[in-house]
């Protein structure tokens, strides 16, 4: 199985980015990717990991208080692929994001927030 997280950048506060995961592996099924919730994470320098949103096998979202308004998860089983779409993003927002399926991670994919 393997997880393969992209779309980080570099952008000004203000601006969008759409980050997406791609599971892999013979495993890792379209049936199974659509039996598992996707989690986005991240962890900005000098601290810890942090959860960031979710959306269940079932396609219902959750987000954290930070970024609620502002980040929309959703998801395609078909394409076995999470997304994460990020707008208004601020300095704050600066961070490696990581996902997470099936307590397997994506390999993290930086973004940078400039003001």
């Known amino acids: 199985v393997q997880l393969q997280a992209s779309g980080g950048g570099s952008v000004q506060a203000g601006g969008s980015l759409r980050l997406t995961c791609a599971a892999s592996g013979s495993r890792f099924t379209s049936w199974a990717f659509s039996t598992w919730a996707v989690d986005w994470y991240r962890q900005a320098p000098g601290k810890q990991r942090e959860w960031v949103a979710r959306?269940?096998?079932?396609?219902?979202?959750n987000y954290t208080g930070s970024v609620k308004g502002r980040f929309t998860v959703s998801r395609d089983n078909a394409k076995k692929t999470g997304y994460l779409q990020m707008n208004s993003l601020t300095p704050e927002d600066t961070a490696v994001y990581y996902c997470?399926?099936?307590?397997?991670w994506g390999q993290g994919t930086q973004v940078t927030v400039s003001s």
């Open positions: 997470n399926i099936a307590d397997f």
């Open positions: 959306i269940s096998n079932g396609g219902s979202p």
